[in-house]
């Protein structure tokens, strides 16, 4: 009797690969437009303006926009609020502020998602910390992407590059429950759902052309969430502040591809 072959994740071909490319850098661009802007006294709609601004000119469409009945081109987060918070006029930016800002754009059917995680002005030793052990988190989620990895080979290396952050940092985060990664290509959110934390060695395997969204969430102090009455931002139980990092990697014979690449 012969072994059934392990399922695999979704995989592009490289002239595919090389269309999200295009489509992520257009996401790369708006969101260092949008960092660029991120002033005190700036409003985070200001700023979803200057996304649209910059995905439409480059002959893209805001993949966030209208999503389920979602209002903005990006999902802007501010302190406490972990993710999809919707940009407003009375959301002011101010000195301190940690501010996460997630962005997708489709360019010729392919779709490019990403977030970044900065300050406005000044933030504390805290605050550095969090936003630090979140980048350290996806970049170790992102050195995972390798054939023959299984997908939670990938959510483990994320969780142990949250604990080695912990170590460096010597402190504690929470790592956000019910949130994660995703598959995505010729639509936005595809499966598999990618844990952010989990033991190796479990779901499909990883080829070459697979493509995941490595999205990690950390906080400093709970990993409790709650969806408010609009019933799209979520926010900590606790207040804590939140941070959340995440690129669109392909997996490629030569190691992981980052296909929403921002200009430096």
């Known amino acids: 009797m012969g072994f059934r072959k392990p399922k695999v994740v ?3 071909s490289a002239g ?9 850098a257009v996401v790369g661009r708006a969101l260092v437009a949008v960092r660029d802007a991120a002033k005190v006294g700036v409003s985070t709609l200001e700023l979803d303006a200057i996304a649209e601004s910059v995905i439409r000119g480059a ?23 972990v993710v999809h918070g919707i940009p407003a006029a009375d959301v002011i930016l101010a000195e301190g502020d940690l501010v996460s800002i997630d962005c997708g754009a489709i360019l010729d059917g392919w779709h490019g998602d990403s977030a970044w995680t900065f300050a406005v ?20 989620g992102i050195a995972a992407m390798i054939p023959g990895n299984r997908l939670t080979d990938v959510s483990h290396a994320i969780e142990q590059g949250t604990h080695a952050a912990e170590a460096k940092f010597s402190r504690s985060f929470g790592i956000v429950a019910g949130y994660g990664g995703h598959g995505i290509g010729r639509e936005m959110h595809l499966d598999p759902f ?5 033991k190796p060695g479990r779901g499909p395997q990883l080829v070459v052309g697979s493509t995941l969204a490595i999205e990690p969430m950390l906080t400093l102090g709970t990993v409790d969430t709650t969806v408010l009455e609009d019933e ?4 900590t139980d606790d207040g804590s502040r939140s941070s959340h990092w995440e ?10 591809r980052i296909l929403t690449v921002r200009p430096s």
């Open 247 to 256: 690129h669109t990697v392909a997996v490629t014979e030569d190691g992981p």
């Open 10 to 12: 979704p995989f592009r």
């Open 121 to 140: 002005g000044e933030i504390s030793g805290d605050d550095q910390a969090l936003n630090e052990a979140t980048r350290l988190s996806m970049e170790a």
């Open 16 to 24: 595919e690969l090389d269309a999200m490319a295009e489509a992520g």
């Open 232 to 235: 799209w931002t979520v926010v």
């Open 194 to 198: 990618l844990p952010n934390e989990g």
């Open 59 to 81: 002959g893209a469409v805001p993949s966030f926009k209208g999503y389920h009945g979602f209002p903005g081109s990006i999902c802007s987060s501010v302190n406490d609020v």
